[in-house]
Structures are given as structure tokens and as C-alpha cells.
């Protein structure tokens, strides 16, 4: 391996590349890698019994994706769907969950040493689920660990139950209810 190779190497792991969307006021942050794809927002078809932020299930080409209306789990004021309103399917821990926002950004490529560490406190997002912050011009980009928040959108299992409960034909999700 020569010099150019290993420098090039060494710049593509100080970048990391970020999903960003919106909701209300605020702009999050999520790996891109996780993203399979972004839909515009089609009603779900509502499970009973289900946590209110669940909206629901979708037929995603034979799969069926539990939705998470990441507004009403963030305790946001204020939920409207209009046409900016999306879904961002993602793969997380070997599950399709799709999750609700109200508008995608952009896709931001941020250098790793601009993240800087989230303070610890009281918040509706656990910390350990934001993995940092980072200062863009005249707003913060807040991002998170998509894993952590999916452990915690009570669904009823968690990262390792859900690797054991995946069929093996679908990527089927069982709620509690």
C-alpha cells in the first residue's frame, strides 16, 4: 500500500456522512447508512392496542414496517401532516422500522472531530441516544444513535430479541399486543 493510499484511507474515516431532517424547530442527524429509503407519509394501517406513537404498519414491498411518528415520541407540540411530511425507512439491528418527520434536509458530510459530545440532563431522548452535536453556521445538527432509540420505542423487544424473532422468508416485526 503506498502514502497516497493510507492518507486517502485516513481522510474517509475523519468523515461521516448524516441524513438530516426536521422536526418542529429542530434538525437531528442520522447515519446515513441506515437509510434504505425516504417515502412520503401514507396513513398506516393502526394496530390496536398499540403505543400512540406507533401510527401503525406498512406494506413495504411484502414486508410489513411498524411506523414511529417521531414527533409524538419527542413529545413535540405541535403534529400536522402536509405534504413536506415523510418516512424515512431505515435498517437498524437487521429490522425495517419506518419513522415519521417532518421534513428530510439534507445529507450532510460532517468531519468527526466537529462532533462534539451531548450534555448530560433531563430530556425526552436519552442521551445515551444522541451521539453529539455539531454547530452549523447559525444552527445545531442534533444526532442520534437510531439503535438506542429503537430499543427504546417500547416495541416489545429489544436489539437481540429482535435478531432472534426475524422470520427467516420476512422481516416481520411482532408488537406485544
Known sequence: ???????????????????????????????????QEIRGYEP???????PDFIKGVVNLRGIIVPVVDMRIKFNCSEVVYDPSTVVIILNICKRTIGIV?????????LRTDAIKAAPEFDTVISHEAITG????????????DMAHLVNSFDLGVEAEPLLALQSSDANLLSLPY
Open 44 to 50: 398506516p394501517t393502526r394496530i390496536a392496542h398499540a
Open 1 to 35: 500500500m503506498n502514502l497516497t493510499a493510507v492518507t486517502n484511507n485516513t481522510l474517509a474515516l475523519d468523515f461521516k456522512e448524516y441524513l438530516t431532517f426536521k422536526l418542529e424547530n429542530e434538525e437531528y442527524g442520522i447515519d446515513i447508512l441506515l437509510v
Open 101 to 109: 418527520v417532518d421534513s428530510v434536509s439534507d445529507v450532510l458530510e
Open 133 to 144: 452535536l455539531v454547530s452549523l453556521d447559525s444552527r445545531m445538527l442534533i444526532l442520534l
